[in-house]
């Protein structure tokens, strides 16, 4: 299996989830290598129970993903916390929901649910979860107790990050990182925009069906991240069709740019 862990499939959290963009995704996922994504898709993005009632409509759920022209889509959520971070919540359909669901109060700045209330809930749902760009400055996850993060199941090696500060030097810093506490790295391209997909990946020695399943991989280091020589590239161009993108849907009244 060949996955990216941190991907979105709305261009941004203030427009409508689109069945085509999502479906032009997935075909350039396969197009970079890969055989599968985790949709974390922001937990507070507009409308986000319409994204799996829609993909509920259109692809069979098996095991911990939607099944796409036979291209797996594991079903997660990304979920800022009180104390600042954010956390990749990632398994079946039916536990992240109640999940979201525990989270209803708590989407807005200044309500967000502690890391330590988050972390127990879950655990209470067995799901996997990682730790999103730990130490990026605008959401860092170094003040956060070393006994809060060590109950994660991985860091994100970012593709973003790595674009902003240089591939070597991020690289180096989140291992050395999650080496200090004991949890290990995988790679998540934190894409918007599909050009993105392929900056990163994790190559599984072994084919993952639930979250389960790739707890156990990453607990026994049984996978290879992988930094595309063109990451600088593919995030560069992806910035600047999403911003265009973004700017053609202002114009058109769809979405009030922040």
């Not at 240089?166 to 918007?192: K, L, R, T």
């Amino acid at each position: 299996m060949i996955i990216d862990f941190h991907t979105h499939v709305k261009l941004s959290k203030k427009v409508d989830f689109d069945l085509n963009y999502f479906n032009e995704v997935i075909l350039n996922a396969k197009e970079a290598g890969l055989t599968a994504i985790a949709l974390t898709e922001h937990f507070n993005t507009k409308h986000f129970h319409t994204i799996y009632e829609t993909l509920d409509q259109h692809f069979p759920y098996v095991h911990d993903y939607y099944l796409v022209n036979d291209f797996k889509v594991f079903t997660g959520m990304e979920v800022d916390v009180k104390e600042v971070g954010h956390i990749l919540c990632i398994g079946h359909k039916d536990k992240l929901l109640r999940l979201r669901h525990l989270l209803d109060r708590h989407t807005e700045e200044g309500q967000f649910m502690p890391f330590s209330m988050l972390l127990d809930a879950v655990e209470a749902e067995d799901l996997l979860v990682i730790g999103a760009h730990p130490l990026r400055t605008s959401t860092p996850l170094q003040q956060h107790p070393p006994e809060l993060l060590q109950r994660l199941d991985a860091f994100d090696l970012n593709g973003k990050d790595m674009h902003e500060h240089g591939i070597e030097n991020m690289q180096q810093s989140v291992i050395a990182f999650g080496d200090s506490h004991g949890v290990p790295v995988v790679c998540g391209s934190d894409a918007h925009h599909p050009i993105h997909l392929g900056a990163v990946k994790n190559t599984f020695a072994v084919e993952c069906h639930t979250a389960n399943d790739i707890k156990l991989a990453i607990t026994s280091g049984a996978y290879e991240r992988y930094v595309s020589p063109v990451l600088h590239t593919k995030v560069n161009a992806a910035k600047v069709v999403k911003k265009k993108l973004k700017e053609d849907l202002k114009q058109q009244g769809r979405i009030v740019l922040s």
